[in-house]
């Protein structure tokens, strides 16, 4: 994780926003169950993150030149990325809506 953090940006960003949002989700006032989910969501888009860096190093370490399934590996990794964010924010918003909307 430290040679993630040292050489990905993208890792940095991601755990920049997990660094942020865990504090958050402990102190809003819901239960130990949306409160695991909500980290677990967060802790998933890391995992992604470091499988992507995982598959582009390997791509990298075989050939620099462009080959199609090169290509289509690297995209594969970066949708999955997408899509772990997308779940994160899904379950962020399902969580946090319904706490703004009582609030009003």
């Known amino acids: 994780m430290v040679y993630a953090f040292l050489e ?3 890792f940095r ?3 920049s926003l997990f660094a942020f949002l865990t504090p958050v989700a402990f102190f809003l006032p819901i239960g130990y169950l949306e409160k695991a989910l909500l ?3 967060l802790i998933m888009v ?3 993150e470091l499988l992507n860096s995982s598959v582009e190093a390997a791509i990298d370490r075989i050939s620099f030149e462009h080959h199609d399934l090169s290509k289509r590996a ?3 990794g970066s949708a999955a990325v997408m899509l772990a964010l997308l779940i994160a924010l899904l379950m962020w918003s399902a969580v946090c809506i319904p706490l703004v909307l009582k609030l009003q």
Do not use: W
């Open 39 to 41: 980290v677990s969501s």
């Open 74 to 76: 690297k995209d594969f």
């Open 8 to 10: 990905e940006s993208a």
């Open 46 to 48: 890391l995992v992604v």
């Open 13 to 15: 960003q991601e755990l």
